[in-house]
């Protein structure tokens, strides 16, 4: 989504106006700065691995600064184990500060009733945290729940935090990674890509990436989609993504990103770029 040109508009006429009671000897009474601008859309996407107090802490800043609170609403659907996976990550979310939690139902095959709960837990929530498992899974879940992606959309829309780890990363790009093909070759058809959630359309998004040496199949997937840049995201390190453009790298270890340099050759040509802790980058 793009909101720049409707915010240039919107410069371009209140400075016409200006123009135009200054000249007329009128005035005009400040506007709160700010007042008109859309929510921030934010995504917190981690590698996988250990889900650090520093990140999660950085989460909880966000929201509090944000909405003034943190609830957050797990969704597991990812997993083959969801209640064990829960509890792994409520341990490490209140680890980080982040103490008002609740849990989707284990199972995507929901009732009516169960389905109107969660379009309310979603609506209550601030952040919605999509754990690790499969991510081929959590999509099938999601397609099979049309109202829940709705609702989920136009929470992102409304500037709430979607955070996901391992699988829950994967997800979040529009071109998704499945984890299935060959990773010991590159070549345009060697691995596996579904369509994902589509948080962001410009990247696709890897996790576990330096620790499970992911670079063939990152290179795979841009070969078979060279308009698309490359983020590996390594364990225990999150990007940290505002409005689909703007990212902060937080954790222990890298992100590398992959671009194609866009130069007429007969030869695919990347330039990769690694960034750590507290560095930026726009997509």
């Not at 095959?109 to 929530?125: F, G, H, K, Y």
């Amino acid at each position: 989504m793009n909101f720049r040109c409707a915010s240039a508009i919107g410069l371009t006429l209140l400075s016409v106006l200006f123009q135009f009671l200054a000249s007329a000897g009128g005035s005009v009474s400040a506007m709160p700065i700010g007042s008109a601008q859309p929510p921030s859309r934010v995504l917190v996407a981690i590698g996988g691995g250990d889900r650090t107090p520093v990140i999660i802490s950085k989460i909880r800043d966000i929201s509090t600064a944000t909405f003034g609170e943190s609830n957050v609403l797990m969704i597991a659907w990812a997993s083959e184990e969801p209640t064990a996976m829960l509890e792994a990550v409520s341990r490490d979310l209140k680890l980080g500060g982040l103490v008002d939690l609740t849990s989707a139902p284990l199972t995507a095959q929901l009732t009516p009733a169960q389905v109107n709960s969660m379009i309310e837990a979603i609506r209550r929530a601030q952040i919605i945290f999509f754990t690790g498992g499969d991510q081929s899974q959590l999509m099938s879940a999601l397609n099979s729940n049309p109202s829940i992606v709705s609702e989920i959309q136009a929470a992102y829309v409304a500037g709430k935090i979607m955070v996901g780890t391992s699988a829950g990363t994967a997800f979040m790009s529009h071109v998704m990674l499945t984890g299935q093909g060959a990773e010991d070759e590159i070549s345009a058809n060697s691995v596996e890509t579904i369509d994902g959630f589509g948080f962001v359309t410009q990247c696709v998004f890897d996790q576990h990436f330096l620790k499970r040496q992911r670079q063939n199949r990152m290179l795979s997937v841009l070969l078979k989609n060279p308009t698309l840049t490359g983020v590996g995201i390594d364990e225990a390190t999150a990007v940290i993504l505002r409005n689909e453009h703007q990212a902060e790298v937080i954790g222990r270890s890298w992100v590398s990103v992959f671009r194609q340099n866009g130069q007429a050759s007969t030869r695919a040509s990347f330039e990769l770029t690694l960034f750590k802790s507290s560095e930026r980058f726009d997509l």
